[in-house]
């Protein structure tokens, strides 16, 4: 079972603060690095699909980048805001088969 | 729209008890999957499925059993009730087509809440 993991664990901050977290992964046989947003009380929602070296992905103020060498990912939120807050998902899959979440990052924007 | 339907939204066990959680889907999605989350440890896959009459073992399979004899339905079974299958459970499925249902993102149920006393 592959090891993915995220970073900080949780953070807050101020509204209108940029922000950005990191999603580490294995660089081998890697296939696809997604990206989910889970609301309390509801269930995760795709924000992002990467699966090429380099990629870089843009929803409103959120983006993404991916470097499949070093195994990483960056998730990015411009001007954060209170409905920002959720936990943010990184999810692996090294072998085309199922996919290897991470234990997520836990945002809080203070208003 | 339906999406993925989950059913129950909460369930009470006794230990040894069996039951079956429900999970449909009406996208015609090759792909379905059981995922628990436990606090602190993220989403961990059961079993998954990708298309009718073919199941696979995720990284938490011990004391779940998993059929799927339609595209539509991937339901997760509960032989004997165990405290530490006390979790949410999400059901998710997703479009593949052969190998490539790792680049359609998931669509997630809404979750069972499962408590084992």
Redesign the interface.
């Known amino acids: 079972i592959l090891n993915v993991e995220q970073s900080p664990q949780s953070l807050h901050v101020q509204e209108g603060d940029s922000t950005n977290f990191t999603c580490s992964f294995p660089s081998s046989n890697f296939y696809a690095l997604h990206w989910y947003r889970w609301e309390t009380a509801k269930s995760p929602e795709a924000l992002f699909v990467m699966t090429l070296n380099g990629d870089e992905k843009k929803k409103g103020r959120i983006s993404a980048t991916l470097n499949t060498k070093e195994g990483y990912s960056y998730l990015y939120i411009k001007g954060s805001q209170p409905e920002d807050s959720a936990t943010y998902l990184c999810a692996c899959d090294n072998y085309g088969q199922n996919f290897v979440f991470g234990p997520g990052t836990r945002l809080s924007v203070l208003p | 729209n339906a999406g993925v339907t989950q059913t129950p939204k909460f369930q009470v066990l006794k230990t040894g008890q069996s039951m079956t959680l429900q999970c449909a889907q009406d996208m015609n999605h090759e792909y379905m ?1 059981w ?1 628990r989350q436990d606090p ?6 059961i079993h ?1 499925s ?1 298309g009718a009459g073919i199941t ?1 073992q ?2 938490v399979p011990n004391g779940y059993n998993v059929s799927r004899s339609t595209t539509e339905d991937f339901p997760l079974r509960l032989l004997s009730a165990a405290p530490s299958q006390t979790s949410v459970y ?1 059901c998710a499925s997703s479009y593949s087509t052969g ?13 069972t809440r499962l408590t084992v006393t």
């Open positions: 999957s995922y602190g440890m993220g989403l961990r896959l998954y990708v696979d995720g990284e999400f190998d490539s249902s790792y680049n359609s993102p998931l669509h997630f149920g809404n979750g």
